[in-house]
């Protein structure tokens, strides 16, 4: 079974960086990426790397400022955080996809069936 670990979070304050990173092991994935969830508010995604044809999606809200890579070698994904704003301020989770949806899915939760367990980031002003 697919295990996603998270690890990276933190404090910083705004305008700062952070670096997220997730390792997966025990199984394969066609779609991985980033989902972030504030207190009352539902999940979101951040950012998605889709194997099958080498594109990365963003959201809107993350778009100049976050950066997704991947170091295949170790099975490990990152999020790089940069000019850090209070409203990116959630538990950041790390999902695989076993199966592609379509581009519009890949920031969608529903269509992820593995999770890791989350890391905080707090940004503050």
């Known amino acids: 079974q697919l295990r996603l670990v998270e690890s990276g979070g933190g404090s910083v304050q705004a305008g700062g960086s952070l670096r997220l990173s997730c390792v997966a092991s025990g199984g394969n994935y066609v779609v991985v990426g980033w989902f972030r969830q504030a207190p009352g508010k539902e999940r979101e995604g951040v950012a998605a790397?889709?194997?099958?044809?080498?594109?990365?999606f963003y959201a809107d809200s993350v778009k100049g400022r976050f950066t997704l890579s991947r170091d295949t070698a170790n099975n490990a994904l990152y999020l790089e955080m940069n000019n850090a704003k209070p409203e990116d301020t959630g538990m950041y989770y790390c999902?695989?996809?076993?199966?592609?949806?379509?581009?519009?899915?890949?920031?969608?939760?529903?269509?992820?069936?593995?999770w890791g367990q989350g890391t905080q980031v707090t940004v503050s002003s």
């Open positions: 999902a695989a996809a076993t199966r592609f949806s379509g581009s519009s899915s890949t920031l969608d939760a529903r269509w992820y069936n593995f």
């Open positions: 790397y889709y194997g099958g044809s080498r594109l990365t």
